[in-house]
């Protein structure tokens, strides 16, 4: 059994951890850790900073029970300090190949480390074990400030809202049809409910599976939320957000939080409602409840350079616009490649006119291998 003891002073937590696979070089140390057993992990990110929510044990536990990824977390130490560490899930599919992705699902999880140094200790174990278990290749969700001259696979939009200026400000800031459509909401008679409990998600699934279907994808499979559900929303790590007209649910966001940040992860909407203004109410209720509790900021998540439509209504939000890059290293090109968006393809035409019970029985059998 691996030693999980920890040794305290006043700057830093050193985690003694199983020391399969550990190496040794000028630069320090490499090990694995399993995030799922103990806090060793979580405490990590503490140390090294900079960690955001899905570099966390939580969003490993959820990833792994929903899909079976093997978690292949890698910490670099030097001088009995942690200085490194990356997260990885490797991707078994006889559909779509193996390879190691940090992390699956996220919109963007930077590699965490000191230096640069320490960040390609962090590579190249990654790497060895790509090579030993054949990956097809390696996928970092972020990393640019450690490959400056490696071209990017993919490129992505990202927003993120300051949420310290207060709600009135907040709400200023918005560009005047976000606030006219607040108001319409709010005068068509709707009324927001913030809940962490299950019945709240299984009313967001519902509204879920119509609207992947309206973009031409399958849902998630309802195994995933509820596990999101089990270790995340009912642990107080996030909340869902819904819009009702009486008894019916309009539209809702399910949001992420994990220190001073707040994520927005998912929303959906009734299409028959749409024109009520639902999803920009259950917007504008989450940045007022994180602006409330003290949160500094909110991300609104990965947007394809295509989705000109989704970039407008992020935008709108008085959000700051950064880019989100993924890199890609072939294991058999040894190399950085590039690769596409595959938000939009021939499937979406199919997914979109599918029974929702079929679409939901597909993306049951199909996330797993998408990663």
Same mark, same amino acid.
């Given at each position: 059994?691996?030693?999980?003891?920890?040794?305290?002073?006043?700057?830093?937590?050193?985690?003694?951890?199983?020391?399969?696979?550990?190496?040794?070089?000028?630069?320090?140390?490499?090990?694995?850790?399993?995030?799922?057993?103990?806090?060793?992990?979580?405490?990590?990110?503490?140390?090294?900073?900079?960690?955001?929510?899905?570099?966390?044990?939580?969003?490993?536990?959820?990833? !792994? /029970?929903?899909?079976?990824?093997?978690?292949? @977390?890698?910490?670099?130490?030097?001088?009995? &300090?942690?200085? +490194? $560490?990356? #997260?990885?899930?490797?991707?078994?599919?006889?559909?779509?190949?193996?390879?190691?992705?940090?992390?699956?699902?996220?919109?963007?999880?930077?590699?965490?480390?000191?230096?640069?140094?320490?960040?390609?200790?962090?590579?190249?174990?990654?790497?060895?074990?790509?090579?030993?278990?054949?990956?097809?290749?390696?996928?970092?969700?972020?990393?640019?400030?450690?490959?400056?001259?490696?071209?990017?696979?993919?490129?992505?939009?990202?927003?993120?809202?300051?949420?310290?200026?207060?709600?009135?400000?907040?709400?200023?800031?918005?560009?005047?049809?976000?606030?006219?459509?607040?108001?319409?909401?709010?005068?068509?008679?709707?009324?927001?409910?913030?809940? !962490? /409990?299950?019945?709240?998600?299984?009313?967001? @699934?519902?509204?879920?599976?119509?609207?992947? &279907?309206?973009? +031409? $994808?399958? #849902?998630?499979?309802?195994?995933?939320?509820?596990?999101?559900?089990?270790?995340?929303?009912?642990?107080?790590?996030?909340?869902?957000?819904?819009?009702?007209?009486?008894?019916?649910?309009?539209?809702?966001?399910?949001?992420?939080?994990?220190?001073?940040?707040?994520?927005?992860?998912?929303?959906?909407?009734?299409?028959?409602?749409?024109?009520?203004?639902?999803?920009?109410?259950?917007?504008?209720?989450?940045?007022?409840?994180?602006?409330?509790?003290?949160?500094?900021?909110?991300?609104?998540?990965?947007?394809?350079?295509?989705?000109?439509?989704?970039?407008?209504?992020?935008?709108?939000?008085?959000?700051?616009?950064?880019?989100?890059?993924?890199?890609?290293?072939?294991?058999?090109?040894?190399?950085?490649?590039?690769?596409?968006?595959?938000?939009?393809?021939?499937?979406?035409?199919?997914?979109?006119?599918?029974?929702?019970?079929?679409?939901?029985?597909?993306?049951?059998?199909?996330?797993?291998?998408?990663?």
């Amino acid at each position: 059994m691996a030693s999980q003891q920890r040794v305290r002073d006043d700057r830093l937590i050193v985690c003694e951890v199983e020391k399969r696979g550990t190496e040794a070089s000028g630069n320090g140390e490499v090990a694995v850790l399993n995030p799922l057993e103990g806090s060793c992990w979580d405490e990590a990110i503490g140390v090294v900073g900079g960690g955001g929510f899905f570099h966390g044990s939580r969003w490993a536990l959820v990833l !792994q /029970e929903s899909y079976g990824y093997r978690p292949y @977390y890698i910490c670099c130490e030097q001088g009995g &300090r942690t200085t +490194g $560490l990356l #997260p990885l899930m490797e991707v078994d599919s006889w559909v779509t190949g193996r390879r190691g992705v940090s992390l699956p699902f996220t919109d963007e999880c930077q590699p965490l480390a000191v230096n640069s140094a320490s960040f390609q200790l962090l590579l190249q174990k990654a790497l060895a074990r790509g090579n030993e278990h054949r990956w097809k290749y390696l996928e970092l969700r972020g990393g640019r400030e450690f490959l400056p001259e490696e071209q990017a696979s993919q490129r992505f939009y990202g927003h993120v809202v300051d949420l310290t200026p207060g709600e009135e400000k907040l709400f200023a800031s918005l560009r005047p049809s976000v606030r006219r459509a607040i108001r319409k909401a709010k005068g068509r008679g709707l009324e927001v409910e913030i809940s !962490q /409990e299950l019945e709240a998600v299984q009313q967001f @699934y519902a509204l879920q599976c119509k609207t992947r &279907r309206k973009h +031409g $994808l399958p #849902p998630q499979p309802f195994q995933f939320f509820r596990k999101l559900h089990e270790h995340i929303l009912s642990k107080g790590c996030g909340i869902v957000v819904l819009a009702r007209l009486g008894a019916k649910i309009v539209a809702a966001n399910v949001y992420l939080h994990k220190g001073q940040e707040a994520l927005y992860k998912f929303g959906a909407s009734e299409p028959a409602y749409q024109e009520m203004r639902g999803n920009d109410l259950v917007m504008w209720e989450g940045i007022k409840y994180y602006a409330w509790k003290g949160f500094r900021s909110l991300h609104l998540g990965r947007t394809s350079v295509a989705n000109e439509g989704l970039r407008r209504f992020k935008l709108g939000w008085g959000a700051r616009e950064g880019s989100i890059e993924y890199f890609r290293y072939d294991l058999r090109l040894q190399g950085f490649v590039t690769g596409r968006d595959e938000a939009f393809g021939w499937y979406n035409r199919f997914f979109s006119v599918l029974p929702l019970g079929l679409s939901r029985l597909f993306g049951g059998l199909l996330y797993r291998h998408v990663g």
